[in-house]
């Protein structure tokens, strides 16, 4: 019987762009005993203009197959936004990279951006939603002709005037696309922070998203928008607790035992923590610990109701 949750891993940390770091991050993750692991390729420079840059990319092929990951994901760009008409040719080229890229690498997944936009004169948001939607399915068949899924993640308010999907809205655009190779990511925090923001249910946000989840994005965090103008630290940040914080479990005040004694997830799905070892190092073996108690809360759950 395939397990709810299948795998579970960290993020790696991105360097410069030119792969002087990747070697050492993905190390820094296998030395844990993580079975996953998510490269941030967005800050790998192995793309231009949405073509592929061949030797940096060989480079970067040859470490990361060094270190057989049981299950391996790809992070595309921060700003990957199909709700971005002006600039959509050129984000659906470099999506199409992306998924080359996941062929390429041994990545079965794909993360990409739900996405946002101030909307101009004329333009709803049923406007925004369809224009995503369309992008969405047509980079799903990509992937399909890959056998890569692209996860589509929640994220938070970021200015004012914008529009933004709630978690429940991007389940419901997974849903209306329609295609086997687009699941939905719950990025828990994110979730909380919007469910702040907009007032909303945090739980009942997640509950709305979990069916067509199949990756997860855990990282703690106090759900507070970060309402500060400037810090000198980040770790000011974390004293203050506002913001997208990415600490480790139990840090901020998630109900972390409660949503996975709750909630159940598409048949293997991974649990990424985004959790950097370049500021929680010393964190990360009590997180991996703890990562692999949730997941037995949902993949128990799951064998008893199958038996």
């Known amino acids: 019987m395939t397990e709810i949750i299948s795998a579970i891993g960290f993020c790696n940390a991105t360097g410069l762009g030119d792969g002087s770091t990747l070697d050492a991050s993905l190390r820094r993750i296998a030395d844990t005993g993580a079975d996953a692991c998510e490269i941030g390729i967005y800050g790998e420079e192995i793309i231009a203009g949405g ?9 970067v092929a040859e470490t990361v197959k060094s270190y057989g990951f049981k299950r391996l994901s790809l992070h595309g760009q921060i700003s990957s936004n199909f709700m971005d008409r002006r600039h959509l040719s050129h984000q659906k080229k470099v999506v199409r990279a992306m998924l080359e890229l996941c062929n390429r690498l041994g990545a079965g997944v794909l993360v990409h951006h739900s996405g946002s936009a101030q909307p101009e004169d004329g333009v709803t948001g049923a406007d925004l939603d369809r224009m995503e939607r369309e992008a969405l399915f047509e980079m799903a068949d990509i992937a399909k002709g890959y056998g890569t899924r692209i996860v589509l ?25 329609g295609h086997d190779n687009l699941v939905a990511l719950i990025d828990f925090s994110h979730a909380y922070i919007e469910s702040t923001f907009k007032g909303l249910d945090f739980r009942d946000e997640l509950r709305a998203m979990a069916p067509v989840t199949g990756h997860l994005h855990v990282h703690d965090s106090f759900g507070q928008p970060d309402t500060m103008v400037h810090y000198f630290h980040r770790a000011e940040a974390t ?16 109900a972390w035992e409660e949503i996975f004694s709750e909630l159940t997830f598409l048949p293997d799905t991974t649990l990424i923590m985004e959790i950097s070892s370049e500021r929680f190092a010393d964190q990360q073996p009590a997180c991996l610990e703890r990562a692999r108690h949730l997941a ?12």
Do not use: M
């Open 296 to 307: 037995s809360l949902v993949n128990q759950r799951h064998k008893i109701a199958a038996e």
């Open 239 to 254: 004293a203050l607790g506002l913001g997208d914080l990415h600490l480790p479990i139990g840090w901020g005040d998630i």
């Open 153 to 177: 993640e929640n994220i938070f308010t970021t200015e004012p005037g914008q529009y933004r999907q709630t978690p429940r809205q991007v389940a419901e655009t997974v849903k209306a696309v």
């Open 51 to 59: 073509r592929i840059i061949e030797d940096r990319t060989q480079r």
